[in-house]
Nanobody
Framework: QVQVMESGGGLVQAGGSTRLSCVASGSILSIYQTIWYRQAPGKQRELVARITRGGSTDYSDAVKGRFTVSTGNAKNTVNLEMTGLKPDDTAVYLC?????????????????WGQGTQVTVTP
C-alpha cells in the first residue's frame, strides 16, 4: 500500500512564511509528479503548484512568485515553501502523488492523496 502524508503549516501572520512537506511511502516504483492543491471553506479545490519527476514546476497565478515547490532531501519528499502569505491563502493544503506501481500484471500508474494540512493566515 502507499501512504501520502503532509506536514507543516499551522497559524501564520500575514506576510510570514511557512513550509509544507509531502512524503509518499510504500511500494512505489517511481513518482511521475506531485501536485499541491488547496481547499478553502466554501470554495472549490484549486491547484497550487506542481513538480514533475524531471523537476519541471508550475504554479497557479495566485501563488506565483510567492510559493516554491521542490524535491526534498529525503526520498519521495516534496516541499512547498510559502512566503508573503495572505489571509486568502488560508486553506487545507493537500498533496496528490502520481506514481508507478508494480503488480502481477505488470506496472501501472495511479494516484494517492494525503489527508491535508491546515494553513491559517491571520491579518
Amino acid at each position: 500500500q502507499v501512504q501520502v502524508m503532509e506536514s507543516g503549516g499551522g497559524l501564520v501572520q500575514a506576510g510570514g512564511s511557512t513550509r509544507l512537506s509531502c512524503v509518499a511511502s510504500g511500494s512505489i516504483l517511481s513518482i511521475y509528479q506531485t501536485i499541491w492543491y488547496r481547499q478553502a471553506p466554501g470554495k472549490q479545490r484549486e491547484l497550487v503548484a506542481r513538480i514533475t519527476r524531471g523537476g519541471s514546476t508550475d504554479y497557479s497565478d495566485a501563488v506565483k512568485g510567492r510559493f516554491t515547490v521542490s524535491t526534498g532531501n529525503a526520498k519521495n519528499t516534496v516541499n512547498l515553501e510559502m512566503t508573503g502569505l495572505k489571509p486568502d491563502d488560508t486553506a487545507v493544503y493537500l498533496c496528490n502523488v502520481n506514481v508507478l506501481r508494480d503488480s502481477d500484471r505488470g506496472p501501472y500508474s495511479t494516484e494517492y492523496w494525503g489527508q491535508g494540512t491546515q494553513v491559517t493566515v491571520t491579518p
